[in-house]
């Protein structure tokens, strides 16, 4: 069970519920919305819209990210066919970042992640379901934290767009 969330990044507001039960060294309690949870996550294991492409670097890439208040995740695609999925669960200190803090940690940890995909690549299209950090980004009133992710940023040929929470599919909900 403490591997399974890292497998199944796909499904939408149950991974948090999993991995807060499986820590190294907490004891796992298992409810029913954790059993749930857990099922689900299997059943997701053998889904057949879980195929991965190969990447073809001759074009652009996808990279659609999301946040929650405990969880981040991404997928990496063209055309729609997922190559890679990433998630992985915020620290306690994270977690009480606020929520455009949350959105841009997703997008520059999937970019770092995946920078092998990503540099010298034609363009990457980055999605996200939170629309006040396309305009965040812009802005020249922000923390310092944010100005060092929007130097990050810079080093990709990306461009960010808005996707409505409902269609984004990727990652952790609220």
Do not use: C
């Amino acid at each position: 069970m403490r591997s399974l969330p890292s497998v199944t990044s796909l499904l939408r507001g149950e991974e948090g519920r999993v991995s807060k039960n499986a820590s190294k060294n907490a004891k796992i309690s298992l409810d029913q919305n954790s059993l749930d949870a857990f099922q689900k996550q299997k059943n997701s294991l053998v889904s057949d819209d879980i195929i991965l492409s190969h990447p073809d670097f001759e074009r652009n890439f996808d990279s659609t990210t999301d946040a929650s208040d405990y969880a981040i995740g991404a997928v990496l695609s063209q055309d729609k066919r997922p190559i890679k999925f990433l998630s992985r669960a915020l620290s306690k200190t994270v977690e009480s970042y606020a929520t455009n803090e949350k959105e841009m940690l997703a997008i520059i940890w999937s970019l770092n992640s995946l920078s092998n995909y990503l540099y010298g690549s034609r363009k990457v299209n980055i999605f996200t379901d939170h629309q006040p950090l396309t305009y965040a980004l812009s802005s020249k009133n922000t923390n310092s934290k944010m100005k060092r992710w929007k130097a990050i940023l810079e080093e990709y040929n990306y461009e960010l767009k808005y996707q409505p929470g409902k269609t984004n599919v990727v990652a952790p909900p609220q």
